[in-house]
């Protein structure tokens, strides 16, 4: 147990909180600063950035492109959440939570559609291109069950044991037990569910896996908090099984890349406008040709 804490009759707001989240977590909704979004050729503007929410739609979009959708291409922007750029006056217009990921539809760009909270992308994808969620019945219901199941509880994987597990600047066991144990018991759910099916839908991939694999599949894979061991992760075989089925799809492989600012640097497609950006933008070749001008 840390030390004891009497909470105040009245919460203010006197201090940053500590942790690497300190600077961009405030009690106050709303820009802090007017920014104009940049907007590419394409109908669909994308505003994100790599975490396991971005993607989500990333990958949604590369699926479809992939399905021979051409009315999926899109212009993937950078937002640097932990340079405050959630909070420009341009982007709070497309997500007035200030979150990523946003997208803008400009199909009519005189109507443009905003779009926020992940879920509510893929499911306006899916509906847009009528791929990736069962059109009816029994089907439909099971897939939208999965993907809400995941909007509601993937926070407390990542807001409740990865913020308490590896970013609270101080371990707090209490907060470490109450999370761990719920995020192993969410990964009992799922993989009961992979053991009678193939996907976690049923049979058919669906926006139900292209949620829940960014935060579930690195989950069991160890690639999330570095919690692998101490989640014993290799005991969910059917989630296993399931992730590494999940990864091997090029599109999966091509979603990642987008707008990730970590990792190895040909893994790094920090904006993506063009399909041909995979082969000839990433970050390695960015910085490649940067060098080789400079040399010159
Ligand atoms: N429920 C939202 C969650 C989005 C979310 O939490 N995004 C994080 C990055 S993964 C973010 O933008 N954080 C910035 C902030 O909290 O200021 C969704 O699924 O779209």
């Known amino acids: ?54 993607v989500k739609v990333t990958i949604m979009l590369e699926e479809l492109l992939a399905l021979g959708h051409s009315g999926a291409e899109y212009d993937a922007w950078l937002i640097r ?38 879920g509510a992308i893929l499911m306006y994808l899916a509906e847009k291109f009528g791929a990736f969620l069962p059109k009816d019945g029994a089907a439909r219901a099971e897939c939208l069950s999965w993907l809400f199941w995941q909007m509601g509880s993937a926070p407390f994987v990542g ?29 009992d759910v799922l993989n009961q569910r992979l053991a009678v099916t193939e996907y976690v839908a049923g049979d058919a991939y669906t926006v139900a896996d292209i949620a829940i694999w960014p935060w579930y599949g690195l989950l069991v894979k160890g ?9 014993q992760v290799h005991e969910y075989t059917h989630v296993v099984r399931w992730a590494e089925q999940v990864a091997k799809r090029p599109a999966v492989q091509r979603g990642r890349k987008v707008n990730r600012v970590q990792g190895d640097l040909a893994s790094q497609l920090r904006e993506r406008h063009e399909a041909s950006d995979f082969d000839t933008r990433t970050q390695d070749k960015i910085e490649a040709a940067a060098a080789s001008s400079s040399a010159t």
Request: glycine share 10%; charged share 15%; net charge neutral.
């Open 1 to 54: 147990m840390t030390t004891p804490y009497t909470p105040p009759a009245i919460w203010q707001w006197n201090k940053e909180n500590g942790g690497q989240f300190a600077s961009i977590n405030r009690p106050i909704a709303g820009a802090t600063h007017d920014k104009e979004l940049p907007v590419g050729r394409h109908p669909l503007q994308l505003y994100s950035l790599g975490t396991p929410n971005g």
């Open 159 to 187: 807001g409740g044991f990865g913020h308490f597990y590896a970013y609270a600047p101080v371990k707090i066991e209490y907060a470490i037990h109450r999370y761990a144990m719920e995020a192993k018991r969410q990964l």
């Open 223 to 231: 690639q999330a908090y570095n919690a692998g061991e101490f989640l």
């Open 81 to 118: 959440i932990n340079e405050g750029e959630q909070f420009g006056s341009g982007f709070v217009s497309v997500n007035p939570n200030s979150k990523i990921p946003a997208l803008q539809d400009r199909t009519d760009p005189a109507n443009p559609v905003r779009v926020f909270e992940s």
